[in-house]
């Protein structure tokens, strides 16, 4: 069964309606305006009122979060240690004669909807889905083979463009008169929760689950920001992060929202047949199409939160990221995506990041940023232990197996499970960070079993 691509509206009549009508406008639109800012106008400013009162209401009051407010300005170390400095970036290209810059995955799928109009050939109209399908997931070599697979121009001049390059999308700054403390007007909001977790979790009586929640501003330095307000640099974020025990990711809510339907579009099917799936959340999280409980149970609670602002069900799916195109931090994540006038567009971000961003960080300042669970009596737990097959790690790291080895040998219960988690994620194979340097590790590598000891309590 197909589905729409696109919203039939005419987007340029009503941009020029709404800009009229002051609910925006460009900012600075008296010296000619720069590309990704935006102003607000009287309706415009009530109707985002409004919006941030009712996510306030459906998700901070309503699931007793814990709202935090925090700096713009983040530290150079701090998203050094999240991957941020080394893993924050898309992949640009630029026309070879002018030099303007357009992002490469948007470039090709841009190109490609517009020759499926024109192809009559099946065979190659059949090839162009098959590539739309998976250029979130193209890396840096294999983007540059299908731009030239089929001659991609760039869009104002018809010139050649360059080969892909990574753009890092932070804007960076200094703090402070000196210049010495280098730092970057923060890409989410999240980091500010984590740096405040140990104070959340007092707050919450050291006890899980907790979620934290913020609702602020956040810059991303976009290389060709041309949709209007879907692709800007300045923007405002509301971003929950909800913390579990890693072991337990049950959800005490779920089965209040296990029937509800949702539209799925997993990742094996965004490579095989194109089709949504529509499924009760109860059936996708027991046969493992979403990771866990707490994961699906947001997935509904979002999607409820959408319906109930507007968003017709029609034009609303839950597309699970393709696992080259998963963010360094997440094992598992869907994007709630809307139907747009440019065609399906993420609205929200919902990612399992297990306990990455509190192990990174902790292990950079050596704070404990984990929670204690006593327990009440000794009790016999199941505990993961992880064995590592040196022979492979030697024969696939050389030099490097023998930090490799040291490094896994300190790992803590809740990096184990991280470990193990997002292998699973990557049908046997992740990026792991090991000092400066990152590697692609196989679940060859790895041995996890569970084995039972008597515990009066244990750090998660």
């Known amino acids: 069964m197909s589905h729409p691509t696109k919203l039939d509206i005419n987007r340029l009549n009503l941009e020029d309606l709404l800009k009229r009508r002051f609910f925006f406008t460009p900012s600075f639109s008296i010296y000619g305006g720069v590309a990704g800012l935006y102003d607000y106008g009287p309706p415009g400013c009530a109707i985002k009122a409004n919006l941030l009162n009712f996510w306030r209401q459906h998700f901070i009051l309503t699931e007793n979060m814990l709202e935090v407010d925090c700096s713009n300005l983040t530290p150079f170390q701090v998203l050094k240690t999240s991957g941020h400095v080394d893993k924050f970036q898309d992949l640009m290209v630029k026309d070879k004669v002018n030099g303007n810059c357009y992002r490469a995955d948007h470039l090709l799928a841009e190109a490609l909807e517009a020759k499926l109009e024109k192809e009559t050939d099946e065979s190659k109209k059949e090839r162009m889905k098959q590539v739309l399908s998976r250029v979130d997931e193209y890396d840096e070599t294999e983007l540059g083979e299908r731009l030239k697979e089929f001659d991609v121009k760039a869009p104002d001049t018809g010139n050649d463009v360059s080969e ?10 200094s703090i402070g008169p000196t210049g010495l403390l280098k730092g970057f007007l923060r890409p989410e909001t999240a980091q500010g929760i984590f740096m405040n977790f140990g104070r959340l979790l007092d707050y919450n009586g050291g006890k899980l689950p907790f979620a934290g929640a913020t609702i602020g501003t956040a810059f991303r330095n976009e290389i060709a920001p041309r949709a209007g307000l879907l692709r800007v640099r300045e923007f405002t974020l509301a971003e929950i992060e909800h913390f579990v025990a890693p072991h337990d990711k049950s959800h005490p809510k779920f089965q209040s929202v296990r029937d509800v339907q949702l539209t799925l579009f997993p990742a094996s099917n965004q490579i095989s047949t194109r089709e949504h799936l529509v499924i009760s959340i109860g059936e996708a999280v027991d046969k493992k199409i ?18 109930k602002s507007g968003v017709k069900p029609s034009g609303i799916r839950f597309r699970q990221h393709l696992p080259k195109e998963m963010a360094h931090y997440a094992c598992d994540c869907w994007d709630a995506e809307l139907l747009t006038s440019y065609g399906w567009k993420e609205c929200v971000g919902i990612a399992d990041r297990s306990a990455y961003d509190l192990s990174v960080h902790s292990k950079a300042t050596k704070a404990r940023l984990t929670a204690y669970e006593a327990f009440k009596e000794p009790e016999l737990r199941d505990v993961l232990v992880m064995k590592t097959n040196k022979k492979v790690i030697g024969q696939t790291f050389l030099k490097d197996a023998g930090v490799i080895n040291t490094h896994l040998s300190q790992m803590e219960d809740l990096d184990i499970a991280q470990l193990r988690d997002c292998l699973q994620a990557g049908s046997g194979k992740t990026k792991w960070t090991v000092g400066d340097k990152e590697f ?6 790895f041995e996890f079993q569970q084995v039972q000891k008597k515990i009066s309590g244990m750090m998660t």
């Open 164 to 173: 892909p390059f990574p753009f890092n999308l932070m804007f960076d700054t």
């Open 290 to 307: 979403v990771n866990n409980e707490t994961l699906g149970y947001f997935l509904v609670r979002t999607n409820d939160f959408l319906q």
């Open 440 to 445: 692609e590790f196989t679940s060859e590598m």
